[in-house]
């Protein structure tokens, strides 16, 4: 199981001739005491969420590693990190834009089968490491998602 804190929620409407396609993007870092150490690369501590309105398929989120690297045009660089993509129903999404991100908190919780995939739980006895062989497969589709969306310490005090 990973827990992802997510924060500042972007939203992208994608129109074209023969579909539309709504998606919510947010940046995402490992929540509570999560870890999630990539094989021969160190920790991954960041990424990016994005969730697409729709009815899940038979994959129902996965998450994928993105290596490091470099703009050779512009020299900016960019830590490897982690992607998630899932697919959540209508009523689930229109819930997720509404919410007032300054007064939400979002989190979402992915599921995996830590027995069979590349994925493993690590040192720590409460789980909370998980180790990830991308050299195996750069990605892992979950078996279950939990999105948590709740109100802010400030919104509470407010």
């Known amino acids: 199981m990973l827990t992802f804190a997510l924060r500042n929620r972007q939203f992208i409407h994608e129109i074209s001739k023969a579909q539309s396609e709504r998606i919510l993007v947010f940046?995402?870092?490992?929540?509570?005491?999560?870890?999630?150490?990539?094989?021969?690369?160190g920790e991954v501590t960041e990424g990016?969420?994005?969730?697409?309105?729709?009815?899940?398929g038979e994959e129902i989120a996965r998450i994928i590693y993105v290596p490091a690297w470099v703009d050779s045009d512009s020299g900016s660089a960019c830590p490897h990190c982690f992607q998630v993509e899932t697919r959540v129903p209508p009523n689930t999404f229109q819930t997720l834009l509404d919410y007032d991100e300054q007064k939400a908190s979002f989190q979402l919780i992915l599921n995996f089968d830590m027995a069979d995939g590349n994925l493993r739980y690590g040192w720590a006895p409460d789980g909370s490491v998980v180790d990830w062989d991308v050299e195996?497969?750069?990605?892992e589709v979950a078996h279950s998602v939990t999105l948590i969306c709740g109100n802010t310490d400030e919104a509470e005090n407010t």
């Not at 940046?27 to 690369?41: E, H, I, P, T």
């Not at 195996?136 to 990605?139: D, H, V």
């Open 136 to 139: 195996r497969q750069a990605f």
């Open 27 to 41: 940046q995402a870092g490992l929540g509570g005491f999560d870890q999630l150490n990539v094989k021969g690369k």
């Open 48 to 56: 990016i969420v994005r969730i697409h309105e729709g009815e899940p």
